[in-house]
């Protein structure tokens, strides 16, 4: 693929270099000579990744989160303890790479609410909208839910279990209901 090819789905360069780069790590350093091994230009990248590896992480949040609302759009609203779950078993394929991922994020804490927080918006239009009324409402609804997942999260990437049973506990836990 040439720098002059418009046509690069970045979507797609992401999702693989996400699966590459639980081999070869997370950065911005694997991911250029990622795109540069599939003929990307430096200056293609700059402009298609102008974070580097925190833009190609927030793609994979981006894909993972729309496959999480096709899922739940065509059935009638989930609860959150059935969307979480979902989504964990849904992105096993990634994550020895979010592992890596996640020791990024801690170098870059705005940028990593700010994904979890899409996310959160995500998960709560799935479940069926906000509980809460008005601006204040919403907002400790969205943040205790991006606090929530993101205790979550840890425990999803060091669980070994062939289905995620100390992930869907502290799920439940956390959100109530049953799995």
Aim: aromatic share 8%; with cysteine; charged share 25%.
């Amino acid at each position: 693929m040439s720098q002059h090819d418009q046509r690069v789905d970045v979507t797609a360069l992401s999702v693989d270099y996400a699966v590459a780069a639980a081999d070869v790590g997370w950065s911005d350093e694997t991911l250029r000579a990622f795109l540069y091994a599939r003929g990307i230009s430096a200056l293609m990248q700059e402009s298609l990744w102008p974070d580097g590896a925190r833009s190609a992480g927030r793609a994979l949040n981006a894909y993972a989160d729309a496959a999480m609302v096709r899922r739940h759009a065509s059935g009638p609203s989930a609860s959150l303890v059935e969307i979480m779950t979902q989504r964990f078993a849904d992105n096993r394929s990634f994550k020895r790479s979010v592992r890596r991922l996640a020791q990024s994020d801690l170098l870059h804490p705005g940028d990593t609410l700010s994904r979890t927080a899409r996310t959160a918006e995500q998960m709560i239009e799935c479940r069926g909208g906000y509980r809460t009324q008005g601006g204040l409402g919403h907002w400790l609804e969205r943040w205790l839910l991006v606090l929530g997942y993101s205790a979550c999260v840890p425990v999803w990437l060091a669980d070994r279990t062939p289905d995620d049973r100390p992930t869907r506990a502290v799920v439940r836990l956390l959100f109530g209901g049953s799995v």
